[in-house]
């Protein structure tokens, strides 16, 4: 079956605000075996949303749209909604209820048009929103579903599991349909694609195989669409053909993030970890961070962005930085060791480099960044050049000296 999506909001048509919902949803319901259709980003006019709705509707069972729920003048979603399927706006006594309760929790005034949310279709039903004021509203016409859910992304993340969970009670599984994650690292997308182009040639029509590239690694999904093939080749046969395809490539069966691989392997071994960054400006200890549960491993870090810091808090050497620059194997080397030393911890990494768009010398253009992966068994430094803006350069450095330490976890 078929799945639909549609986004409405003037600020994310502007590029003011991400959005980060749709593809949320579509994660979430392709799992449970729906059919993404399309997704539709709208403007806030009433006939944008309603000629997006409509169409959405011709072409899917299902319809999850989010925003335009809130309390401003602009948030024309729900007169929209009833014209298309019916009823009238009123007052909602249990959506009341649960506007006040978050108020209340809040502790904060509730004013008039915040109340006025209460306002629902008499042609939907009503799934509470506990993490915002603005209802979920479940409509049906002829067969098909529309469920209308708020825009703020936490409140559409934290309610989505319940949505699909109705979801499914009322469709059952969108398909019978398989899928599987692999990480793999140290090859290029185009490599990869060539090494396993003997393993795509044999794939029947209804099994598909996705490249993901993110960076420092590569996401490969393996997707088998079984609804209309009932003697398909096993799902688990082809997952393991797979593996053999990839051979040492393989980092791990699922989706994991550089970080969360280089936490994994710090676990194994009852390590602990500590970062020395200047050009990434702490965003290694961010991706470390991010991952629940990982203080059982992260002990800190150092953004030593100035020469000053590198010297007086990591204790690296002046006439090393006078003599070969703070972006080199030298300086990053002793970064490395300076932060496990301060912090106590048994392994590091640390990164010095040009992200750009100036500070390029002579031999140093913009990407150059000098890393270094230190454990108790000693210290690798290497020089990478990386390609695109000042966002892509800390991104992939970041990433690449996860890997670099991951790499010799592995090999040490």
Same mark, same amino acid.
């Given at each position: 079956?078929?799945?639909?999506?549609?986004?409405?909001?003037?600020?994310?048509?502007?590029?003011?605000?991400?959005?980060?919902?749709?593809?949320?949803?579509?994660?979430?319901?392709?799992?449970?075996?729906?059919?993404?259709?399309?997704?539709?980003?709208?403007?806030?006019?009433?006939?944008?949303?309603?000629?997006?709705?409509?169409?959405?509707?011709?072409?899917?069972?299902?319809?999850?749209?989010?925003?335009?729920?809130?309390?401003?003048?602009?948030?024309?979603?729900?007169?929209?909604?009833?014209?298309?399927?019916?009823?009238?706006?009123?007052?909602?006594?249990?959506?009341?209820?649960?506007?006040?309760?978050?108020?209340?929790?809040?502790?904060?005034?509730?004013?008039?048009?915040?109340?006025?949310?209460?306002?629902?279709?008499?042609?939907?039903?009503?799934?509470?929103?506990?993490?915002?004021?603005?209802?979920?509203?479940?409509? =049906?016409?002829?067969?098909?579903?529309?469920?209308?859910?708020?825009?703020?992304?936490?409140?559409?993340?934290?309610?989505?599991? =319940?949505?699909?969970?109705?979801?499914?009670?009322?469709?059952?599984?969108?398909?019978?349909?398989?899928?599987?994650?692999?990480?793999?690292?140290?090859?290029?997308?185009?490599?990869?694609?060539?090494?396993?182009?003997?393993?795509?040639?044999?794939?029947?029509? *209804?099994?598909?195989?996705? *490249?993901?590239?993110?960076?420092?690694?590569?996401?490969?999904?393996?997707?088998?669409?079984?609804?209309?093939?009932?003697?398909?080749?096993?799902?688990?046969?082809?997952?393991?053909?797979?593996?053999?395809?990839?051979?040492?490539?393989?980092?791990?069966?699922?989706?994991?993030?550089?970080?969360?691989?280089?936490?994994?392997?710090?676990? =194994?071994?009852?390590?602990?970890?500590?970062?020395? =960054?200047?050009?990434?400006?702490?965003?290694?200890?961010?991706?470390?961070?991010?991952?629940?549960?990982?203080?059982?491993?992260?002990?800190?870090?150092?953004?030593?962005?100035?020469?000053?810091?590198?010297?007086?808090?990591?204790?690296?050497?002046?006439?090393?930085?006078?003599?070969?620059?703070?972006?080199?194997?030298?300086?990053?080397?002793?970064?490395?060791?300076?932060?496990?030393?301060?912090?106590?911890?048994?392994?590091?990494?640390?990164?010095?480099?040009?992200?750009?768009?100036?500070?390029?010398?002579?031999?140093?253009?913009?990407?150059?960044?000098?890393?270094?992966?230190?454990?108790?068994?000693?210290?690798?430094?290497?020089?990478?050049?990386?390609?695109?803006?000042?966002?892509?350069?800390?991104?992939?450095?970041?990433?690449?000296?996860?890997?670099?330490?991951?790499?010799?976890?592995?090999?040490?």
């Amino acid at each position: 079956m078929n799945l639909s999506i549609v986004i409405i909001g003037d600020e994310i048509l502007l590029g003011r605000v991400t959005d980060t919902n749709s593809g949320l949803v579509a994660r979430t319901f392709a799992a449970d075996g729906w059919q993404i259709k399309s997704i539709r980003t709208v403007s806030d006019k009433a006939d944008d949303i309603r000629r997006a709705i409509e169409a959405s509707l011709a072409e899917s069972e299902l319809v999850i749209s989010t925003g335009g729920l809130g309390p401003t003048r602009d948030d024309i979603t729900k007169p929209v909604l009833t014209s298309i399927f019916g009823g009238e706006l009123r007052m909602d006594d249990a959506v009341t209820r649960n506007i006040e309760a978050i108020f209340a929790d809040r502790k904060l005034k509730l004013n008039e048009l915040t109340r006025l949310q209460a306002l629902v279709p008499t042609s939907c039903r009503v799934i509470q929103n506990r993490l915002g004021t603005a209802p979920i509203m479940w409509f =049906e016409k002829d067969g098909h579903v529309l469920v209308a859910m708020p825009g703020v992304p936490f409140e559409t993340r934290g309610m989505l599991p =319940e949505v699909a969970a109705e979801v499914k009670g009322h469709f059952g599984h969108g398909g019978v349909v398989f899928h599987r994650e692999f990480t793999v690292t140290g090859i290029s997308e185009s490599a990869l694609a060539q090494q396993l182009a003997p393993f795509e040639d044999t794939l029947p029509e *209804y099994v598909k195989l996705a *490249y993901l590239p993110n960076p420092g690694e590569i996401v490969l999904r393996l997707d088998a669409d079984y609804t209309d093939h009932n003697e398909a080749e096993s799902f688990d046969s082809l997952a393991d053909r797979l593996v053999l395809a990839l051979g040492d490539r393989l980092t791990a069966v699922g989706k994991l993030s550089p970080a969360e691989l280089l936490i994994h392997k710090l676990r =194994e071994r009852g390590l602990t970890f500590a970062s020395a =960054e200047s050009c990434t400006g702490g965003n290694i200890a961010h991706l470390i961070t991010e991952v629940a549960g990982c203080s059982d491993v992260m002990l800190g870090g150092v953004v030593s962005y100035s020469n000053s810091v590198k010297t007086d808090v990591l204790g690296v050497n002046p006439a090393d930085i006078e003599a070969y620059g703070a972006v080199s194997e030298q300086v990053v080397r002793q970064m490395a060791e300076g932060v496990r030393r301060i912090t106590g911890a048994d392994c590091a990494v640390a990164t010095s480099g040009i992200a750009g768009p100036g500070g390029a010398t002579d031999g140093k253009p913009v990407g150059t960044v000098w890393m270094a992966a230190s454990t108790p068994e000693g210290t690798e430094a290497a020089l990478f050049h990386f390609g695109g803006d000042r966002q892509a350069v800390i991104d992939r450095a970041s990433a690449q000296a996860l890997m670099l330490l991951c790499s010799r976890l592995t090999t040490v």
